[in-house]
């Protein structure tokens, strides 16, 4: 489990002392009769939004997928953004259409040829430098901000969370056990973004949740 697309909670009202931005309050929808189910992996054409669609299905060809109709619905949807692309150097991760690149590592094309890496590895460490560019200059942005020392402050002193969790006796987790303990466990974090929102102090701070869906080799 990772993060993925972020998606901010769903507001509601809040209570005397909390921040005044809703997004920060609200708590993640509660997971408990999926895991109860088994039914823990988001299916990979609909998202981690949908719980509809959420499944056990971990093997096979359409492993990821609730079933073979929304495997072939992706199939089709993402030929048709490949269909369009000209070069592996112009690929464009971040535009509405965008491929996903778990279709394209495994079945993209362009004008015939399979991934070419030696020109996408240039799009990708253009972008690394560019988020790299985005943050430090929102860091250098927020720490000019009259105050902003203080508020540094009071985010540095709230503890960190570097929990490590061993399975007993030695057993090895299978992917399903993985998804439940990371679907059980997103009460627990979205907690903690709220000690952080709150030792902020700041107005529009926000807590999103995301899901990044691991596939096995």
Not at 94 to 114: C, L, R
Not at 171 to 195: T, V
Request: with cysteine; net charge positive.
């Amino acid at each position: 489990m990772g993060c993925g697309k972020s998606h901010p909670v769903e507001p509601e009202s809040g209570q005397p002392g909390e921040s005044s931005n809703p997004l920060a309050r609200a708590p993640p929808p509660s997971f408990a009769e999926l895991i109860a189910a088994g039914k823990v992996v988001p299916d990979q054409l609909e998202g981690p939004y949908v719980f509809a669609s959420y499944h056990g299905n971990i093997t096979g060809r359409h492993r990821g997928f609730k079933d073979k109709a929304n495997f072939d619905k992706w199939i089709a949807k993402n030929e048709a953004i490949m269909a369009k692309q000209k070069s592996w150097a112009t690929i464009d991760f971040e535009a509405e259409d965008a491929v996903d690149p778990v279709y394209m590592f495994n079945y993209g094309t362009i004008k015939g040829e399979g991934l070419q890496m030696s020109k996408l590895r240039k799009v990708v460490i253009r972008a690394q430098k560019a988020m790299k560019k985005a943050y430090e200059n929102a860091y250098i942005k927020a720490y000019r901000k009259q105050g902003a020392a203080e508020v540094f402050q009071r985010i540095a002193a709230v503890p960190q969370k570097l929990d490590w969790v061993h399975q007993p006796d030695g057993a090895q987790l299978d992917l399903i056990g993985l998804y439940k303990g990371a679907l059980g466990a997103l009460g627990e974090l979205w907690e903690y973004g709220q000690q952080v929102v709150r030792a902020s102090g700041e107005e529009g701070v926000a807590v999103s949740w995301s899901l990044k869906k691991a596939r096995p080799r």
